[in-house]
């Protein structure tokens, strides 16, 4: 399969000096480093000026998103939802819902490998202190781990959950969906080449001006390395992998990905790459496939024609989807 693939693999992203008419900017939100990228036809000072309108517009979608969906902000919308669901139907803003649609969407499609409330156990991990709920905790927090339990009333916009001890945590979607969102200022501007970055989550506007977008996938296992660079046009790309957030105690890692069925984290590969239109699901669908890992997650996403996958295994070989597989 390595071998098969040899033709992404071997090729190397050589940095080109960057063009007058580029436009870039980093900057930090959602717990991650975000990146712009975005091409001006001409660099005159409107165009200066517009670039610098651009960039705050994006700053300031991904902030508001960020306000929005955060579990660590105790105003979120999210966390409003957390602190009141379970009492009674709450009313949500159309953005809220219509994420919460899909994730149930794709929960149903995963037979719940993608699971908003994981966070259930979830919210008792924290990576940074080394933190784990224990075995009897895990088992308490369990059945409060279910989808179903999110009850979506859509005339009405409310949420509500059928279960008291449900959390919910857009972690898994909501950085994809920033993406999409700040895509979708460019193109309303007229941008045609554009990269918008979050974290894992790649989206892109058309080409890198006349030749492709190279993106790469992390090397699971040397920081700083590339396992592989993908040369896109016009598509999304997200990443899921155990590196970004973990701990390694008594030889084994725990890391952010939580396998609904057990609340432990998901072992079975390391990493997840997908491929497609919309960042919103191929954001998703990443999260959704490292938890199903490599026999079911590749038999999920060929039945998707939508979407291709690149997932790195265990023993760190690299596998591809039908759609990606060199005839
Ligand atoms: P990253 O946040 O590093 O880009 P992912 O897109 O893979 O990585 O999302 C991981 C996040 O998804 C976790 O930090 C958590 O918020 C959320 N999550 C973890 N397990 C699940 C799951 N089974 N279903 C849905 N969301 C999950
Ligand atoms: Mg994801």
Redesign the pocket.
Known sequence: MLKNYVVFIGILLCSQPVAAKWFKNSFKVM??QAHLQFWLDDNSVDSQQKSHQLIAAVQAEMQRIDEAMS?YKATSELSLINTQAAQKPLVISAELFQLLQI?EKI?QLSQG????T??SI?YQYDYRQKQRPNKTAIKKALSAIDHSAVQLNEQKSTVFFSHKNVKI?????A??YAVKRCLAILKAAGIKHALVN????TGLLGDRHGRPWYVGIKHPRAEDKMAVELPLINEAI????DY??YFIEDGVRYH?????QTGDS?RKVVS?SIIGKDPTYV??L???I??KGLAAGMKLIDSLPEFEAIIIDNEQTLHVSKGLRQQ
Not at 113 to 116: E, L, M, N, S, Y
Not at 256 to 260: D, E, G, S, Y
């Open positions: 717990g991650t579990p994730s929960s490998a993608f699971d908003i994981y966070a979830g945590d857009l972690g898994g979607i950085k994809g979050a974290g894992g989550d997200s990443t899921s992998g970004e957030r952010h990905i939580i396998n609904p998901a997840v954001d998703a990443s999260t959704t490292f938890v």
